[in-house]
């Protein structure tokens, strides 16, 4: 088959994507990776083909001008996880009034009309998307392809969605509003398809989260795949190579909050101050620009600009992090306890249920002082059964297929879509 994956510039999105992607390819299957210029340099460095399409977004940008980039700039749908009784409908309607116009339009309006002359040029047989990227379903559907979202996090989209359109068919016909479909429908018409709800969730949808941590819609079609942790271009330095002399600790705030406007959501200075009083090696990860304000620091703690998590967190005893999906998922997958201080998007319900199954302990950042994280980090090291909990729920990870073992099934699903929907 010819697969197409595709996600607006950001990198998180297209590095929970890129084993996968290899997956697919080293199966046999033509694989292409379609996003804006910014991200050509990241797929093209995970070895992949990359199609440049349209220009550059502008969200972040927005964002920091905005003042909204230190809060949670997805807090309309934010409250997707919690019972369906508890979310009413002025607050499914007014998200979806809010996130549409500054978020889904502003990042794949950029890029969905050569989006969809590549799927014209390329034909591709599936297309793979991140479920913001809602330029790949009205591309995929222009060709007549299958197509399908692939989640990083919970299914906070899908879960809203089938919220939303459930309330919306009670309403009286004159009262119904949906910003998504119309603003999707205008999308299509321009490239002669018709809207149809498959645009908002694919045919069906790739989850990558264990059970304990997963949301899902009702009705949607789901396939479950084990996150592959994939950092990018990387270097295992020699200091690794070798098992730490006493317990090792991981403080991480993300590489990414750096790269934006925004920077970090709490003191790193504070936070290494506090972490280097433990009897521990402290490893902490901070942007080059931010290291010189933290001063002379003990012989505990190593400052670094850049370590891959993937081979770090393997030989640490604990790690603090801001809750992003590339943390939290690797230190899953090392079954290394964490402390998560989350800030944006699904963070801020992924991290409550991590510390529910004994794997790690929950600080918000207005709780995350330097003492307080000092000591829950004491308590992860100092109390087995967080350690023996981050185990369990590394196997939780684990049972799941990977990416290899999920492609029989991707191909199962396109040939069931094909059988009854051949290309346009």
């Not at 292409?32 to 550059?56: C, F, K, M, N, Y």
């Not at 969605?161 to 910003?179: A, I, K, V, Y």
């Not at 950092?231 to 991480?252: D, I």
């Not at 506090?274 to 290291?291: C, G, P, R, Y």
Request: with cysteine; hydrophobic share 45%; charged share 20%.
């Amino acid at each position: 088959m010819r697969i197409l994956l595709s996600c607006y510039a950001e990198k998180t999105g297209f590095f929970s994507m890129a084993p996968l992607a290899w997956a697919l390819r080293t199966a046999g299957h033509e694989v292409r990776v379609a996003s804006q210029p910014e991200l050509v340099d990241a797929i093209t460095e995970a070895g992949l083909p990359a199609v440049s399409v349209g220009r550059d977004h502008s969200l972040w940008r927005v964002l920091a001008a905005q003042g909204l980039a230190r809060g949670n700039p997805v807090a309309p749908l934010d409250q997707a996880a919690l019972p369906e009784e508890e979310v009413s409908w002025e607050y499914l309607r007014d998200g979806f009034r809010q996130v549409v116009p500054w978020w889904f339009r502003l990042v794949n309006e950029p890029m969905v009309d050569d989006l969809v002359d590549f799927c014209r040029a390329w034909r591709p047989d599936l297309v793979l998307w991140d479920p913001r990227t809602f330029a790949a379903p009205v591309a995929a559907e222009a060709v007549g392809a299958a197509h399908a979202r692939l989640t990083w996090g919970m299914d906070f989209y899908g879960r809203a969605r089938r919220m939303f359109t459930d309330r919306l068919g009670q309403l009286p016909e004159q009262d119904r509003e949906d910003p998504l479909a119309d603003w999707l429908s205008r999308v299509a018409e321009r490239h002669g398809v018709a809207f149809d709800e498959t645009m908002t969730h694919g045919h069906f949808t790739i989850d990558q989260l264990p059970d304990p941590l997963r949301i899902r819609a009702r009705g949607l079609h789901y396939l479950s795949m084990r996150h592959i942790p994939y950092n990018g271009r990387s270097v295992t330095p020699p200091w690794l190579w070798a098992p730490p002399e006493r317990p090792r600790v991981c403080l991480t705030l993300g590489v990414s909050a750096m790269g934006r406007a925004y920077g970090y959501s709490v003191s790193v200075g504070e936070l290494v101050e506090s972490l280097a009083e433990l009897d521990a090696e402290i490893v902490a990860t901070v942007a080059e620009k931010e290291q010189d304000a933290l001063g002379t620091l003990p012989d505990n703690v190593r400052v670094e600009s850049f370590v891959p998590l993937h081979a770090l967190l393997p030989h640490c005893d604990a790690v603090v992090h801001h809750g992003g999906f590339g943390s939290t998922f690797t230190a899953i997958a090392s079954g290394t306890p964490q402390v998560a201080i989350p800030q944006q998007f699904d963070a801020q319900a992924i991290a409550p249920r991590i510390a529910a199954q004994g794997a790690g302990i929950h600080l918000t950042t207005a709780q995350a002082t330097g003492d307080r994280v000092r000591d829950a980090v004491t308590r992860l090291l100092t109390d087995p059964a967080h350690t023996a909990s981050a185990g369990s729920l590394r196997r939780a990870a684990e049972a799941l297929p990977s990416p290899g073992a999920l492609v029989p099934a991707i191909e199962t699903a396109v040939s069931r879509y094909t059988a009854v929907a051949p290309h346009a």
